[in-house]
């Protein structure tokens, strides 16, 4: 298998593994030194480190065909060789780079509660790396609704395969700032939505809007879907006599109270 480094870009077209034959994956399960069995033979170690270097590739080519679930099972796999084989190993690396690949792919997610997790078992030294400390700072703005922030930070990745995430992720964010834009706003005008977005020019706004339902007006504004409508009008079907009526009774009750 052609082995990729994560800073070097990658190729249009990948090499597929047969479904029978000589696909590197299939043929780790051949050797015997491998987890879970970890036998003692005379090439334990070579084992060990071609099956690490294996699975470190997986990571990058599963990233680069956008399969999350195949990325996943190469990761978890990884797991193992980076807590259970320290002391039989140099380490990798590439360890950290994978780590932080696999948090980035947590937030695109939106798995916070396992980005956590997997961020406790990452030892500290390792957490002062640039690569696990980007994937924090986009975890705590997201929390704080900083999506600008974040969508501004998708555009400096570090390496292609960190661009293919945090592509993932802007699209992730914009859809939830578009949804929070919906409800606070009943419209807005396209620059105004094209800064909110970070959009680069007006025709990726409009186009954006046309795949929402949203409609722009002749004198350039966004009018969403009426979702901050729908609570106007709900809040106008309750009869102002009737809250008032629930207030009073309110009061009586706490006067009974004390």
């Known amino acids: ?22 696909c590197p994956q299939l043929k780790l399960i051949q050797l015997p030194a491998l987890p879970p069995s970890f036998e003692q033979t005379p090439t334990a170690q070579q084992e060990l480190l071609l099956g690490r270097e294996v699975l470190e590739q997986g990571v990058l080519l599963s990233l680069h065909k956008q399969d999350e679930a195949a990325m996943e099972r190469s990761f978890a796999q990884l797991r193992t ?123 990726e706004v409009r186009e954006y809007a046309n795949e929402h339902g949203w409609t722009i007006t002749p004198d350039d504004y966004i009018v969403f879907r009426a979702a901050a409508a729908e609570g106007t009008a709900a809040s106008k079907a309750i009869p102002s ?3 008032i009526n629930n207030a009073l009774v309110y009061a009586k009750e706490l006067e009974r109270i004390v």
């Not at 298998?1 to 870009?9: D, E, F, L, N, T």
């Not at 990798?92 to 916070?112: A, C, D, F, W, Y």
């Not at 570090?158 to 293919?164: F, I, K, L, T």
């Open 1 to 22: 298998m052609p082995r990729y480094q994560y800073s070097q870009p990658l190729p249009p077209s990948l090499p597929r593994c047969p479904p029978h034959a000589n």
């Open 241 to 243: 006599l009737e809250l």
């Open 81 to 203: 060789y980076y807590n259970d084989t320290r002391a039989l190993l140099p380490a990798s690396p590439s360890e950290v780079t994978m780590q932080g690949l696999n948090l980035l792919r947590l937030l695109v997610q939106n798995r916070i509660a396992e980005f956590h997790t997997e961020l406790e078992l990452i030892p500290p030294q390792a957490q002062q790396d640039s690569a696990i400390l980007q994937p924090v700072q986009l975890e705590q703005w997201l929390m704080e609704g900083a999506y600008n922030k974040v969508l501004a930070a998708s555009r400096e990745a570090a390496s292609e395969v960190h661009g293919m995430l945090l592509a993932q992720l802007a699209t992730t964010v914009r859809d939830e700032a578009a949804s929070c834009s919906e409800k606070a706003y009943e419209r807005l005008r396209v620059p105004d939505a094209q800064k909110l977005l970070l959009f680069d020019n007006d025709a």
